[in-house]
């Protein structure tokens, strides 16, 4: 018989069992295959993105890199040569815009020798083509840490300025004078004399040290060595919100007080300014001192 070419290819049940199960299974199996495929680029953990690479990072990262502003927190300054590389060598690096080049000490001779409230004064308010803080506002980086790069510029061109003293914890926020008054000389006023101190190790002691508890005959005078010894650590640049020497619109609305008043407070302290500026001078020259600083803005 030669009908072999011609038979049915499915001789036995078992080969009908087999044909059964390929001929739906075949086609169920590439289905699904392909919807795998097609949807596999996109999959993630049932219905949600929790899988996905990005929340895989976020999670595992460590948390010193996260930036969160808390008010609160006790802050954490940028090194001078942090702020430095982060704004400054903008301009700075290069010397672009006829900055005073980061390094040379022949550009920044001539500026070194204006000391360094001068310099940190200019950087706070701009000069020329230098913006005011070198273009950032007071919420990125704080006076201190402007005064920190300052310092990193200044010492790496040449100069040999003390470290800007850090500001004391809270002082230089706005309730300052609410803190203050509820600690009383707790904990906050030592960290504020500290500072005081610090603040003042960085004032050139030019002036006689006259002030040192003895009472000079001259009044005025007295006022004002004290001030250049003492005062003027904060009150020349308005360190820590201090009213500026000289600045009418800081001093007009504290000098509404009874003369007494302002007396007093430069004499027992009021928020981040210390008692007697932190020093031991005698009360006739801190009030003298007082005089000072007022007969500026009369
Ligand atoms: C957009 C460019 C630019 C940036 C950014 C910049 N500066 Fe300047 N800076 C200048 C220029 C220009 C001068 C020279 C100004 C002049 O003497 O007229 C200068 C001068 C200075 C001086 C010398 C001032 C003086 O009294 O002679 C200091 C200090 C200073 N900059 C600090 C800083 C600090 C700190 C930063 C970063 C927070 C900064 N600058 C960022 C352009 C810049
Ligand atoms: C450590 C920085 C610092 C030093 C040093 C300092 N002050 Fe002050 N001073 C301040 C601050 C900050 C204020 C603003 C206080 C406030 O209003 O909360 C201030 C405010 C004052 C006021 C105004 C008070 C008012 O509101 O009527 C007088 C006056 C004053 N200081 C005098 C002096 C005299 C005098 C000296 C030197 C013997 C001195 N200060 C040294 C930081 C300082």
Known sequence: MSEAPHGAPIKTPAQL?????????????????????????????????????AEVTARIK?????????????????????????????????GAAGAPKFTNTADWAPRIAQGFDTLLHTALTGK????????????????????????????????????????AAGAAAASGAAAAAATGASDAGAAQAAAAMAAMASVPQAAAPAAGGTQSA???QAGKALYQQVCQACHA???????????????????????????NYALHGKGAMPPKGGSNASDADVKAAVDYMVSAVK
């Open 17 to 53: 069992i087999a044909a059964v199960i390929a001929g739906f299974a075949v086609p169920i199996i590439i289905i699904v295959l392909l919807a795998v495929y097609v949807d596999n680029s996109t999959r993630t953990g049932a219905g949600t993105d929790s899988l996905s690479e």
């Open 62 to 94: 460590p948390f010193a890199q996260v930036d969160i502003r808390d008010a609160n927190a006790p802050r954490v300054y940028k090194t001078g040569e942090e702020v430095y590389k982060a704004v400054c060598s903008a301009c700075h690096a290069s």
């Open 128 to 167: 020329g083509a230098m913006p005011p803080r070198g273009g950032t506002s007071p919420d990125d980086y704080s006076d201190f840490e402007i005064a920190r790069a300052v310092t990193y510029m200044a010492n790496n061109s040449g100069a040999s300025f003390p470290q800007p003293a850090e500001p």
């Open 218 to 220: 001259d009044a005025s």
């Open 237 to 263: 640049a308005g360190v820590l919100n201090a009213p500026k020497f000289g600045d009418k619109d800081a001093w007009a609305p504290r000098l509404k007080d009874p003369i007494d008043t302002v007396y």
